[in-house]
Structures are given as structure tokens and as C-alpha cells.
């Protein structure tokens, strides 16, 4: 009685243990939150620095992703919402970042101008006394 016992317990439990382990794979996927809220701060933020001014494309691009994962969180689309969600808070990342750069690179050439004009006022004052800038 036991040899017959084992004989049907081993291809039982075998499809029980691979069920249950692929049932555990296919849960409801949870939503999310998180990264959702991760993107609408990082939106937020890029549209009160000076991304509006210098990198309105990626923050266009930003705020209509994470648009669109707010609409997939509300239809329980969850998957989506997450990489919509993580692509608006990259885009949002790299709007503000750009902005950043264009700004930066701007005050570089506000200042070159302020230097060739030193300069330039150093140049006149010295050939004024007679002596040439070393």
C-alpha cells in the first residue's frame, strides 16, 4: 500500500509545487504609486525651473507622459502606468537638466563678453598712459 502511495504522490505533487509557483508569478500586479508620484514631482519641479524657458520639448514630453500614465493608473493598467510614469520622470529629468545646461552655458558667455570688454577697457587705458598690457 505505501509503493502505491508514492507512485501517485511524485506526479502529483510535482504539477502542485510548479502551480503553485507559477500562480504566485501571475498576481495581480500592484499599482504603481510610487514611481507615479516620483514623476509628477520631478514634472513639477522641471516646470518651475527654467525648463519652460530652455527645454519646453522634453518638458511637453514629460507632462504628456505622465498624463497618460494618470489615465492608465485609472483604467488599472498598472504595467503602463509604471513605464509611462518612468519615462515622464527621465523626461522631466533630463528637461530640467537641460535647462540647467543652456543657462549655464549662457552665463559663460555673458562673462567671456564681460572679460573681452575688461579687456578691451584695459587696452584703451593703457594706450592712454603710453604703455602697452603685458
Known sequence: MSGRWIRL??????????GALGLGGCST??????I??????AV??????????????????ARQKFDSAK?????????EARRLAEQALVD??????RAEA?????????LRKAIESLRAEADRAALNR?????
Open 44 to 61: 513639477q519641479q522641471a516646470g518651475q525651473s527654467k525648463a519652460p524657458e530652455y527645454a519646453s520639448r522634453e518638458l511637453s514630453m
Open 92 to 97: 522631466a529629468q533630463l528637461a530640467e537638466m
Open 102 to 110: 543652456e543657462s549655464v552655458k549662457q552665463a559663460a558667455q555673458e
Open 36 to 41: 507615479v508620484s516620483q514623476a509628477e514631482l
Open 71 to 79: 489615465r492608465a493608473m485609472d483604467a488599472e493598467r498598472y504595467e
Open 9 to 18: 504522490r511524485k506526479p502529483v505533487g510535482i504539477p502542485l509545487v510548479c
Open 29 to 34: 500586479a500592484q499599482p504603481p504609486t510610487a
Open 130 to 134: 603710453g604703455t602697452p598690457r603685458a
